[in-house]
């Protein structure tokens, strides 16, 4: 614990015991900034350890966005959207589908900005292999059926930006001899989440204004759609054939981009979608608001897309949410606008904070 401040203490999971010196430390000097404790997984639940109130923060280190690896211009801010009722026109993005099959499948991974894709890709796919035969069974302690392990990655990248239900990946992570338990997938589930592997991307809950239900299922996501591209043992040339799981992957992409972008101002990430099929991709709740997104790869779809948001917010009872500070259409390409609905158009290669 001695020495030159802040200290840095790497993957201090391994020696959970580490917090509590920590903490005394801390109550010890009376000084703030006094350490960082890094982690790529968080700490076994079951081992105890003191309260950290007063004297700990937590913040969850994201992949990099592509404002911040250099892939969006960052012409467009998303709180500036919020905070204004029109959208000079901007200028196109010429990303095609090949440029975004070769960025989603190299990720975010600051390790790899300088990499060729092909290397970049093997980077991910080492990264996802160690994850499955050591970092899950030093997650919780307990030996996991490698197998299955793999079965469950690789359905949750088949079913990235769904619903799927656990009965459904349970039947997947057993393959040929059967579905697992149910409690067994929810184990490997709260490991990957645990290992900051997956983040889903949780059903939102307010209340509508008619008889529809909104549903309840989390919709998956890998931190990074690259991790997904890397289960499915695809390429970028895989994507390019199979345009509808690129479009999946794109929509992951938009929603880890956003993440951290509403982060910054303390907005939350949903999905929405009720008993009558009306939905948004992205719910962004803010304190006082919120924001309702579609996103599509192809700028043909702009116009169904937006007809659906309109649809989903006039159902939305804003009485317990607060208004709709604004309805985007996410694409791949082209320019950023607003239209005559009032929906904006961005392509996600000109988003910043």
């Known amino acids: 614990m001695d020495g030159s401040t802040p200290r840095l203490l790497d993957e201090w999971q391994r020696q959970p015991r580490l917090w509590d010196f920590v903490r005394r430390a801390v109550d010890d000097r009376q000084l703030r900034g006094q350490f960082i404790l890094t982690g790529s997984a968080t700490p076994n639940p079951s081992i105890p350890r003191h309260s950290g109130a007063g004297r700990f923060a937590v913040l969850r280190m994201k992949p990099m966005t592509l404002f911040e690896s250099g892939l969006s211009n960052g012409t467009i801010s998303l709180q500036g959207l919020l905070m204004s009722d029109d959208l000079a026109i901007v200028a196109p993005v010429e990303f095609g589908l090949q440029d975004w099959s070769r960025i989603i499948s190299r990720g975010g991974w600051p390790a790899t900005l300088s990499d060729s894709t092909d290397d970049a890709t093997q980077y991910v796919t080492d990264y996802l292999s160690l994850i499955t035969t050591y970092d899950i069974r030093a997650a ?53 989440e645990q290992l900051m592997v997956i983040e889903p991307l949780p059903a939102w809950q307010t209340a509508l204004r008619d008889s529809a239900r909104l549903r309840r ?3 998956w996501h890998f931190v990074d759609p690259s991790l997904a591209v890397a289960a499915m043992q695809a390429t970028p ?31 939350e990430l949903f999905h ?19 924001v ?35 309805q985007i259409v996410i694409v791949g390409a082209g320019p950023g606008y607003k239209r005559p609905d009032g929906v904006f158009v961005v392509p996600l290669a000109t988003l910043r904070p």
Request: aromatic residues 4%; glycine residues 8%; hydrophobic residues 40%.
């Open 217 to 219: 299922a989390p919709k």
């Open 237 to 267: 040339d895989h994507l390019l054939a199979d345009p509808k799981t690129l479009g999946l992957l794109f929509e992951s992409l938009a929603v880890r981009d956003l993440r951290v972008y509403a982060d910054l101002n303390r907005g």
């Open 292 to 326: 309702a997104c579609e996103v599509k790869l192809g700028i043909g779809q702009v116009d169904d897309a937006a007809a659906h948001l309109l649809r989903f917010t006039s159902t939305v009872d804003t009485s317990t949410v607060g208004p709709c500070k604004a």
């Open 140 to 192: 919780s302690g307990v030996r996991r059926n490698q197998a299955s392990v793999n079965r469950l990655i690789s359905s949750l990248a088949r079913n990235t930006s769904s619903e799927a239900t656990i009965t459904t990946l349970s039947k997947d992570a057993g393959g040929s001899l059967g579905p697992i338990m149910r409690e067994t997938t929810a184990q490997y589930l709260d490991d990957l």
């Open 272 to 290: 929405a979608r009720d008993s009558f099929d009306r939905e948004a991709d992205i719910v962004i709740e803010y304190p006082d608001g919120w």
